[in-house]
């Protein structure tokens, strides 16, 4: 198991990096994604941060990779924010898609989709033929999501998913240790949004590649 959605003290996760990474490793995950809530205020900060973590870590059996989750930016916005991560040394971006239990601003995943900078849109909520269409397009990733209230709506994510062919992760979305779900019950999870084993190895699969 990989994870590339987490969060630490540097957004609204209660660990600090070196023990969301130890308490990832004790949970079984090969490798995780820390990927703090950022918009143009802190986004820089997180990253700095973080590299000084990744720069004096070393660990041959874990790995770690370095990145934000935009969070209720402006759609007109996401792409700049996107871009000036990369090139601060963000390894992964991943949106902050347009759940069903937060009022995030429509034209989110349309403006995540379009972007070059953007590798994954997380807990896209009520997700468009369209928009998974372009997902296909243009190689981004759709995430099923273990977290509550986001996995409602895992289902119609998978559906569509399958349906147009587009990449799909399983991610935590981690902010406490209890988050990082075994390997049984995210294969269980993927399961009840409708795919099957085979489809979950997949996803697995698609997460490895990231590291």
Known sequence: MYDLHTHTTFS???LIPAELIRRAENSGYKGIAITDHADFSNFELIIENQLKLKENYTNDKFKLIIGIEITHVIPEKIDLLAKLAKDKGAEVIVVHGETIVEPVSKGTNLAALKSKYVDILAHPGIITDEEVKLAVKNKKFLEITTRKGHSLTN???????????????????????????SYKMAQNIVIGAGGSIEDFKKMVKNAEKFF
Not at 166 to 178: E, G, K, R, S
């Open 12 to 14: 609204d996760g209660v």
């Open 155 to 181: 289902g119609h994510v998978f559906n569509l998913a399958k349906k147009f062919g587009a990449n799909l992760l399983i991610n935590n979305d981690a902010h406490v240790p209890t988050d990082f779900v």
